[in-house]
């Protein structure tokens, strides 16, 4: 039996050695909670394709003179992933977009959801709220899952590095925020063979319509998968939607919504350290 780590977006730089050591001190905390221990660890997989998602991103985004950051003149168009994806988080977030346009001093005709200046509202007013997430930055943070969801070529790339990782022989898979995607992704087109003992998400955007709209059709748990369990702190805004069941992904997705991951709300070392994910993880890996 072995584990898997999917990373999500903005890991570029790093490598999969300082992944697997952050991932494993975070599920460390959450086995020492949960009061067991695994000894030895099982063989740990970390497919890493922080660097290729960077430079595919950038290469595909120039060649198609796309604009999808905060500072996006506002005669381009509003990419519809990013309105999408800023929208849902100020809902999730408890911030009534109607009330934000005399405050931000938007005109009539700049309050559309079509308009640039709407959707950099919305993103300041998030970013204003959560220092955190001001760190992760609003429009990078769809960026890399635009990329990822338009374009085959990439998603061919992170597949030919994911897959192979998780294989055919019995594993527990971790995946985070884009990892998730990702994750899902790799088990629906490419491995049917898969023997996975738990997907574990974290943080996940899967709910998203625009992410939804765009996966292998028709969705459903994919084939190997024994279990699936979806975690989200509620103020993780980044995840979108808390749950994944029936009324926003899939039904058959065990769920844990009130996870506190304190001052990191979208931190995958805050996951995993919470008693439950470890005790989860173990008893995946042990059965």
């Known amino acids: 039996m072995k584990l898997v780590f999917i990373h999500g977006r903005a890991q570029e730089g790093r490598s999969s050695a300082e992944l697997r050591k952050q991932w494993l001190d975070g599920l460390m905390k959450g086995l020492s909670r949960a009061g067991v221990q695994l000894d030895p660890l099982p063989p740990i997989e970390v497919p890493f394709y922080g660097d290729a998602l960077e430079r595919l991103t950038s290469e595909s985004l120039r060649r198609a003179a796309l604009v999808v950051t905060r500072g996006a003149p506002p005669t381009e168009a509003v990419d519809p992933v990013f309105a999408a994806m800023v929208y849902q988080m100020a809902i999730r977030d408890g911030i009534d977009p109607r ?34 997430l001001a760190r992760l930055v609003v429009g990078k943070v769809t960026r890399d899952v635009k990329a990822y969801i338009d374009f085959p070529h990439i998603q061919d790339v992170v597949h030919d590095i994911v897959a192979p990782a998780i294989g055919d022989g019995p594993c527990v898979i971790v995946s985070h925020s884009l990892g ?69 992904f899939l039904d058959g997705i065990e769920n844990l919504t009130d996870i506190d991951n304190g001052d990191e709300p979208h931190a995958i070392e805050r996951y995993l350290a919470d008693v439950r994910v470890g005790r989860a993880i173990n008893q995946a890996l042990t059965e």
């Open 99 to 132: 009330q934000i346009y005399d405050e931000e001093g938007l005109t009539v005709v700049e309050r559309g959801p079509e308009r640039w200046e709407w959707v950099q509202a919305l993103a300041r007013r998030l970013e204003s709220r959560h220092p955190w």
């Open 180 to 248: 998730t995607v990702v994750a899902y992704w790799a088990l629906a087109s490419r491995l049917p063979n898969a023997d996975v003992r738990l997907l574990l998400t974290a943080g996940s955007p899967l709910g998203l319509g625009t992410i939804k709209d765009r996966l292998p059709h028709p969705l459903a748990i994919p084939a190997g998968v024994r279990g699936w369990l979806n975690v989200t702190d509620e103020k993780d805004i980044v995840a979108l939607y808390a749950r994944l069941d029936s009324s926003t």
